[in-house]
């Protein structure tokens, strides 16, 4: 186990595998995506309450999952970065803080749509809303660090820190609806004793949550590639490419 994850965390041995990895998670992301937005623009009932407005939510819900999922691999990779100091760790960490900051704005601008008809207004300072927006803030303060500091080996211990402290706010986030009064709603769909959603209505969610999950992965590897090319422009492998 400990020399596959060795090998993986290889510059020129992980180019090769998300190289030929890209095309089928390509695919993958296509089905499923499409399967998702038929199920839940077209094929799931209108919400007896809401009507269609509440369609927003088969971006809305995953972009908001994402956006806390992506942070917590950034700070499991900032873990690594501080313990092992893994090359790789550091690509993954850097590389994820832009896709995991456009998840969040996704989530926010979605969530402000849906806002408007339901509560009357784009923005509340509620706990959901505004923890999300420190979390975007976050983010880009983990892009900015990186950015500011020349050398990239410092760089990554550095925003490895921030990704470390700032994961606090991710179960913030998650817990808010429960541990305070707001007017955001509570969980849904991690209900399943209780079901709160109907399963045409939650199977296109799911399938929207999973090829969010897969387009992370797909958008991963791809920054990364972009990434180990520059970093290593200097090295024989990528000369040999």
């Not at 339901?118 to 303060?141: C, H, K, N, P, Q």
């Not at 990704?163 to 007017?183: D, K, R, Y």
Request: glycine share 6%.
């Amino acid at each position: 186990m400990f020399l596959w994850f060795h090998k993986f965390g290889s510059p020129p041995h992980f180019y090769r595998i998300a190289g030929k990895w890209i095309p089928w998670l390509s695919g993958l992301f296509l089905v499923l995506v499409t399967a998702g937005l038929f199920g839940g623009l077209i094929a799931a009932p209108p919400d007896y309450q809401q009507g269609d407005s509440y369609r927003i939510m088969f971006v809305h819900v995953p972009s908001a999952w994402m956006s806390m999922l992506v942070y917590v691999a950034m700070a499991v990779c900032g873990i690594i970065i501080m313990v092992w100091r893994m090359k790789l760790a550091e690509i993954v960490l850097i590389s994820s803080a832009p896709i995991g900051a456009s998840f969040t704005f996704l989530a926010l601008v979605t969530g402000s749509l849906w806002g408007k008809p339901m509560w009357g207004t784009y923005w509340v300072w509620d706990a959901r809303l505004t923890s999300e927006l420190i979390l975007l803030f976050l983010y880009l303060g983990i892009i900015g660090l990186h950015n500011a500091i020349e050398d990239k080996r410092v760089a990554a211990r550095a925003v490895a820190i921030l990704a470390i402290v700032g994961a606090v706010n991710v179960p913030i986030i998650h817990f808010s609806v429960e541990w305070w009064n707001t007017l955001h709603q509570g969980p849904t769909v991690t209900k399943f004793d209780k079901p709160s959603i109907y399963w045409s209505m939650l199977l296109p969610l799911l399938l929207m949550a999973l090829s969010f999950q897969v387009y992370y992965v797909l958008a991963l590897f791809q920054q990364c590639r972009a990434e180990l090319l520059r970093r290593e422009r200097n090295s024989k492998w990528v000369e040999e490419l």
